[in-house]
């Protein structure tokens, strides 16, 4: 059963045998047919929160009733204009504002699947992922159009609509604001996700109507328990699932107010937490660390809970955060893959150091190569189901990933006696700097694209302010030479072509570089001399 007609991503999810086991669901109760837009939204007008502010912003606030009918007019341009079908695939591109949070439920609204894309994306990964999801429709923030203008003729993309104050909201403005939500199924596909594996190629996650209210559920309700009152910040993009729950869904859960901030730098992040009196805080241990820094004065006294993810969060952060603030900073592992944070520490239950326990509804246990479960105090793969799961769009790393019914997050863990998680390293190659996650090939395709490159290899290296940099070990080309002006030049250059955070920061020249007898370089040789 689906509402659905445009079947294209149903048609291409992983067979049922390679899918994960999906647990606990019968405690969530949800009915048969459900678009996440009711509980989220319409339903708190209902309640009588229609007056309550919703988002926060410099440039001025918005009720639930202002929200519910931007997203109903969005709904009713795709659906009477725009001709969109359900089932079809919706790119979005903005910063964290309101109008990209209307537009997301405008698209959820008309039955169609969003596929929220992050501003520093260039056109050449916007159209790996536009023809990964056959996606015929864009609807892209005015002032971000020129990435999706680049994109070649071999596209998908058939309709480029701007909004936030552009074509969009125009076609809406004689809209009536109201819209019968599509009644689209529990199992409807409402998300794909995309996130870069270790390859570089990206992998397409695909979430349904009923995952976006497991999770607020889940984790929300259950770990950080927020009160209609709190006010919801943080830095991660609503293009991220860590952003789509922490600052954009967790708080309509609540009833409570989320305040979106385009640039979300760590200075940025507190001046606004202080003008609009936020009380909880989601960002990443490197922005903890820089706020700890010249910062820590303006930390403002009305936050109350603090949630980290993104990557391991020290000891010493935790507890100079607490020294500085009083509050003990909620760790936790999410991924793109299971949607949200599956383990974390909760208020009543923290060991710093470790990522918690596994969030209710969700099972955890640490195992080997053959998934038996170790003891406890044993170094394993990190196992874990729920009521979210992994479920790639038409991808054989599907198998890589799930097993047994389990997820493994190519994390390597250990638990205690106690039942609580210990991170101990990522198993592939996967960089995670500053809270994001970087595939070092990737990086490499960009740097060998420059004309003065050889050879290259990027490795993750560690690093006290972001958890880890970017190192690329680069052989040029003869009639080159490695000084600082080529590597402000290669640096550049990948920013232009990637997205720029994933640029090196540490670039070395090298004669030669580690390779196997058949001549695959051997990237773990250069992580033991970066160590030693």
């Not at 999810?13 to 837009?37: G, K, M, R, T, V």
């Not at 698209?107 to 916007?126: D, F, H, N, Q, Y």
């Not at 202080?274 to 805080?281: I, W």
């Not at 944070?341 to 955890?364: C, N, Q």
Request: proline content about 6%; hydrophobic content about 35%.
């Amino acid at each position: 059963m689906t509402a659905h007609l445009d079947l294209f991503v149903r048609n291409h999810l992983p067979p049922p045998e390679l899918q994960p086991d999906f647990i606990n669901l019968e405690a969530f109760s949800y009915p048969e047919i459900l678009n996440c837009s009711d509980p989220l939204l319409d339903d708190a007008v209902k309640e009588g929160h229609g007056d309550r502010t919703a988002v926060i912003m410099d440039e001025g606030e918005w009720t639930y009733s202002n929200l519910q009918k931007e997203a109903n007019r969005i709904a009713q341009v795709l659906t009477e204009d725009l001709k969109l079908v359900p089932g079809n695939r919706v790119l979005l591109r903005a910063p964290n504002c309101y109008a990209m949070l209307y537009t997301w439920f405008g698209v959820i609204k008309a039955g169609g699947i969003a596929v929220s894309t992050m501003p520093l994306l260039r056109s050449v990964e916007l159209q790996t992922i536009i023809n990964k999801a056959r996606i015929s429709l864009a609807l892209c923030d005015r002032r971000l159009l020129e990435e999706l203008e680049c994109i070649g003729k071999d596209s998908c993309l058939e309709r480029l609509v701007s909004f936030n104050g552009g074509e969009l909201e125009e076609l809406g403005k004689e809209k009536s604001g109201e819209f019968n939500n599509l009644p689209t199924t529990r199992d409807d596909p409402c998300l794909i996700a995309f996130t870069s594996g270790t390859t570089g190629q990206p992998k397409a996650v695909v979430h349904t109507q009923q995952d976006m209210l497991s999770m607020c559920l889940a984790y929300s309700r259950n770990c950080l328990q927020p009160q209609p009152n709190d006010r919801f910040i943080g830095s991660p993009p609503l293009a991220f699932t860590f952003g789509l729950g922490g600052v954009g869904l967790f708080p309509l859960d609540a009833r409570a107010a989320t305040i979106l901030i385009e640039q979300p730098t760590p200075g940025n992040l507190l001046a606004a937490a202080q003008r609009h009196r936020a009380s909880v805080l989601f960002t990443s241990p490197t922005a903890y660390r820089f706020m700890l820094g010249d910062m820590g004065g303006t930390i403002p006294d009305s936050l109350r809970i603090c949630v980290s993810a993104g990557e391991t969060l020290p000891k010493p952060t935790f507890e100079e955060w607490k020294a500085m603030t009083g509050i003990e900073i909620l760790d936790g592992i999410g991924s793109t893959e299971m949607l949200h944070i599956f383990i974390s520490s909760r208020r009543d239950a923290i060991k710093p150091g470790s990522t918690g326990l596994p969030v209710p509804g969700y099972e955890a246990r640490v195992v080997d190569d053959e998934m038996y479960e170790v003891p406890p105090g044993i170094t394993g793969q990190l196992a874990v189901k729920g009521p979210t799961g992994c479920t790639y769009l038409e991808d054989k790393r599907q198998q890589k990933y799930v097993c047994d019914g389990w997820n493994l997050t190519g994390d390597s863990y250990q638990m205690d006696k106690d039942g609580y998680f210990w991170f101990q390293a990522r198993i592939d190659d996967m960089i995670i700097s500053g809270g994001y996650n970087i595939a070092g090939p990737e990086v490499e395709a960009s740097l060998m694209a420059h004309p003065s490159v050889a050879e290259c290899a990027v490795i993750g290296v560690e690093d006290k302010l972001r958890g880890q940099l970017v190192k690329a070990f680069v052989m040029l080309r003869s009639g080159f030479e490695g000084n600082d002006q080529l590597t402000g030049e290669l640096q550049d250059f990948v920013k232009q072509n990637i997205a720029p955070y994933k640029y090196p920061r540490c670039i070395q020249y090298v004669e030669g570089l580690p390779k196997t007898e058949t001549g695959k370089i051997q990237r773990f040789r250069l992580r033991q001399q970066e160590a030693v």
